[in-house]
T-cell receptor, first 109, second 115 residues
Framework: GDSVTQMEGPVTLSEEAFLTINCTYT??????LFWYVQYPGEGLQLLLK?????DKGSNKGFEATYRKETTSFHLEKGSVQVSDSAVYFC????????FGTGTRLQVFP | DAGVTQSPTHLIKTRGQQVTLRCSPK?????VSWYQQALGQGPQFIFQ???????QRGNFPDRFSGHQFPNYSSELNVNALLLGDSALYLC??????????????FGPGTRLTVL
């Protein structure tokens, strides 16, 4: 069945460090790919998306590229801030969103 | 432009009771999906409604049912509540015409506690 695998958290970084959160998926056909973020005590917010192979989604300094050959959609940011501390979810969407357990990011000053 | 709204914010029920959760989609959206998020887990897809019909369903028992109204708002009903139904219930709306690239926008959720 359709599934997604994210790196285990928590990921702990110092401010201004480089961030990578790995995401691989198994899904029918060529799904759209999404990253959602959940800040403490809040609902899910769309961070970025890509709808076809080699597309790069970007927002707020975060980037992810749709890699069809490796079925991956890794999230990167060049310099994280304390305010980026949250849980990040990679979610392919063949026709509905499929979430993994998420990756908690903790950024310390 | 109002986003997705859900009510109530919190709810406490006892085992065996029934509950109804409500969702109003983002303006201009016609499709509503419901997700269950247990503590420390990712959201799990329950079902999706479009044109007042259930379009697809996840792996949830028949105790979970829903409805969509002509104004696109939606309800989630859970019967015979179990302790394991305690979770954050998220509603998401989208536009069917966007097809497979449709972006789902989430509401703040309803926190259900079953005692």
């Amino acid at each position: 069945g359709d599934s997604v695998t994210q790196m285990e958290g928590p990921v702990t970084l110092s401010e201004e460090a480089f961030l990578t959160i790995n995401c691989t998926y198994t899904a029918t056909g060529y799904p759209s790919l999404f990253w959602y973020v959940q800040y403490p005590g809040e609902g899910l917010q769309l961070l970025l998306k890509a709808t076809k192979a080699d597309d790069k989604g970007s927002n707020k300094g975060f980037e992810a590229t749709y890699r069809k050959e490796t079925t991956s959609f890794h999230l990167e940011k060049g310099s994280v801030q304390v305010s980026d501390s949250a849980v990040y979810f990679c979610a392919p969407s063949p026709n509905k969103l499929i979430f993994g357990t998420g990756t908690r990011l903790q950024v310390f000053p | 432009d109002a986003g997705v709204t859900q009510s109530p914010t919190h709810l406490i029920k006892t085992r065996g009771q029934q509950v109804t959760l409500r969702c109003s989609p983002k303006s201009g959206h016609d499709t509503v999906s419901w997700y269950q998020q247990a503590l420390g887990q990712g959201p799990q897809f329950i079902f999706q409604y479009y044109e007042e019909e259930e379009r697809q369903r996840g792996n949830f028992p028949d105790r979970f049912s829903g409805h969509q109204f002509p104004n696109y708002s939606s309800e989630l009903n859970v019967n015979a509540l179990l302790l394991g139904d305690s979770a954050l219930y998220l509603c998401a709306s989208s536009l069917a015409a966007s097809g497979s690239t449709d972006t789902q926008y989430f509401g703040p959720g309803t926190r259900l506690t079953v005692l």
